[in-house]
């Protein structure tokens, strides 16, 4: 079964600052899709960023990027020029690309603070 | 629609009594899934729907939960006999079945 570890149960940041959060997964499979997704506090988990496994790139998006070491089975999200927007709690998810029937399966966040 | 839409948003419901909770994918996803999430926690899968087919609900926590998608588009979740450990927001996911899951904004329930 596949595990997603998120050890850092909450950060803060300085507005206009840089935060990175962690996240590591445990899976045997060679064939995937990792998500980081972020929960405002009105509920609505919404994607941020997804990386495939076999691609060696890392993903970015706009201010949002991620340091993904698939050896090391890492998968951090890297915030840029944080916003009060960004204050969320924060899902590292995975998903096997092997079966199309598998749920995607979540770390148990991080809650960040953007402090103005 | 636009967005995965659910409800009631809001629930109260006292010990023992059954409640249905109710989502309404985007158009056109084939996969829809149920998750629980506990206050300060993270989703926990319940139970995964292709099309009207109940592919898996192994998460389902008992056997007072229930989930059904007869036509493969509105899907319901029933808890019958609610217990206080039943308190949480009920998140529904929709999907094409590439990976990406897109949510709902939850039901959150409350057992008292």
């Known amino acids: 079964a596949q595990t997603v570890t998120q050890s850092q149960p909450e950060m803060s940041v300085q507005e206009a600052e840089t935060v990175t959060l962690s996240c590591t997964y445990d899976?045997?499979?060679?064939?995937?899709?990792l998500f980081w997704y972020k929960q405002p506090p009105s509920r609505q988990m919404i994607l941020v960023i997804r990386?495939?496994?076999?691609?060696?790139q890392n993903a970015t998006e706009n201010r949002f990027s991620v340091n993904f070491q698939k050896a090391a089975k890492s998968f951090s999200l890297k915030i840029s020029d944080s916003q009060l927007g960004d204050t969320a709690m924060y899902f590292c998810a995975f998903i096997s690309r092997n079966s199309g029937n598998t749920p995607l399966v979540f770390g148990k966040g991080t809650r960040l603070s953007v402090i103005a | 629609g636009a967005g995965v839409s659910q409800s009631p948003r809001y629930k109260v419901a006292k010990r023992g009594q059954d409640v249905a909770l109710r989502c309404d994918p985007i158009?056109?996803?084939?996969?829809l899934f149920w998750y629980q999430q506990a206050l300060g926690q993270g989703p926990e899968f319940l139970t995964y729907f292709q099309n009207e087919a109940q592919l898996d609900k192994s998460g389902l926590p008992s056997d007072r939960f229930f989930a059904e998608r007869p036509e493969g588009s509105v899907s319901t979740l029933k808890i019958q006999r609610t217990q206080q450990e039943d308190s949480a927001v009920y998140l529904c996911?929709?999907?094409?079945?590439?990976?990406?899951?897109?949510f709902g904004e939850g039901s959150r329930l409350t057992v008292l």
């Open positions: 899976t045997s499979e060679n064939n995937y899709y």
């Open positions: 158009s056109g996803h084939v996969s």
């Open positions: 996911a929709s999907s094409l079945g590439t990976g990406e899951l897109f």
């Open positions: 990386q495939e496994a076999y691609k060696q």
